[in-house]
Nanobody
């Protein structure tokens, strides 16, 4: 399974960006999809997730500013980020959770977590 993320960039505080992530290469249905981020000197943290039936979950720090959405038919997830703050600066990673099965020659008896390559978001003050 390959995840291709895009949409990062440099924006001033208060601005907006929209991240996209498209999954390909899997016949299995994708369960949850989401975005995580890693800021300099910090651990990776959850930003937002969305299940296949549209249920969403957000980190408290982004509630009311970020909106996650997806298109199951296209295996694509987006995240609209508004009112960006300098503390949102991070590398954002797309994630997709797949059911147990064979992936890249290895059998996973539990959920298979696939990760994209990351896209950098920089918010200047």
């Amino acid at each position: 399974v390959q995840l291709q993320a895009s949409g990062g960039g440099l924006v001033q505080a208060g601005g907006s960006l929209r991240l996209s992530c498209a999954a390909s290469g899997s016949r299995a249905s994708i369960n949850a999809m989401g975005w995580y981020r890693r800021a300099p000197g910090r651990q990776r943290e959850l930003v937002a997730t969305i299940t296949s039936d549209g249920s969403t979950n957000y980190a408290d720090s982004v509630k009311g500013r970020f909106t996650i959405s997806r298109d199951n038919a296209k295996n694509t997830v987006w995240m609209q980020m508004n009112s960006l703050k300098p503390e949102d600066t991070a590398v954002y990673y797309c994630n997709a959770d797949l059911p147990p099965g064979w992936y890249s020659g290895t059998y996973y008896s539990g959920t298979f977590h696939s990760w994209g390559q990351g896209t950098l978001v920089t918010v200047s003050s």
